[in-house]
Every structure is written in structure tokens, then in C-alpha cells.
């Protein structure tokens, strides 16, 4: 059997969680649908906690990764960006998303 690594990784802190994207691209459907399958596990008992998307290792994303970065948000009640690259950034201020989305410069603070 073959292992396959997380692409996600979880770090619990005092009232939330940050989930930090290994992949430097995240551009297909079936990536988003891998993330997806790893991710909202780990949001189960996420209400009324602070979860925070750390971006730091992502370089690019496609569309199909919208839709999941939604789903975060409705499962979790409550979502933070942070460590954006400028050109991530500048999509996600194109798209409006950064009016729905607070970014953070530091996961564990509340820093814009």
C-alpha cells in the first residue's frame, strides 16, 4: 500500500487552529478535491474557534481552490488568511476575496 503525504499540516493554539498548505501550486481538480478530503476532517470541532489558512508555501492557486477556501469558511464559521504572496494577494484583492477573507501577517496573531 502506497502512503501518500499530508498536504496539510495542523497546529493547535489557544482558541484555534492553523492549517498550513505545503504546496507551492495548487491547480487541478482532483489536488482541490485531496484537500478537501484532508482538510474538513480536521475542521469537525472547529466552531467557535479561530482557523487560519497559512499560505506561506503557495505560490499559485486555480479556481477549483475558491470554492474549497468557501467550504473552509462554512464549516469553520470563521476564517483568517496569512503569510500571502504578493501575486496570491493581488488575485485575491481582484476577486473581492480579501473583503470576505481577513489576512493576517502572523497565524497566531491578528496582525493585517
Do not use: W
Request: proline share 5%; hydrophobic share 45%.
Amino acid at each position: 500500500m502506497q502512503t501518500v503525504e499530508p498536504k496539510v499540516e495542523l497546529k493547535c493554539f489557544d482558541g484555534g487552529i492553523v492549517l498550513t498548505l505545503k504546496d507551492a501550486t495548487i491547480s487541478g481538480y482532483r489536488q482541490v478535491e485531496g484537500l478537501k478530503r484532508e482538510i474538513l476532517p480536521m475542521l469537525e470541532n472547529a466552531q467557535d474557534q479561530r482557523v487560519v489558512l497559512d499560505f506561506a508555501n503557495v505560490r499559485f492557486f486555480a479556481s477549483p481552490f475558491f470554492a474549497l477556501i468557501i467550504k473552509i469558511r462554512q464549516k469553520a464559521g470563521h476564517l483568517e488568511l496569512c503569510n500571502i504572496d504578493p501575486n496570491v494577494r493581488e488575485v485575491l484583492e481582484v476577486t473581492n476575496l480579501t473583503k470576505i477573507f481577513p489576512i493576517c501577517k502572523d497565524p497566531l496573531g491578528h496582525n493585517a
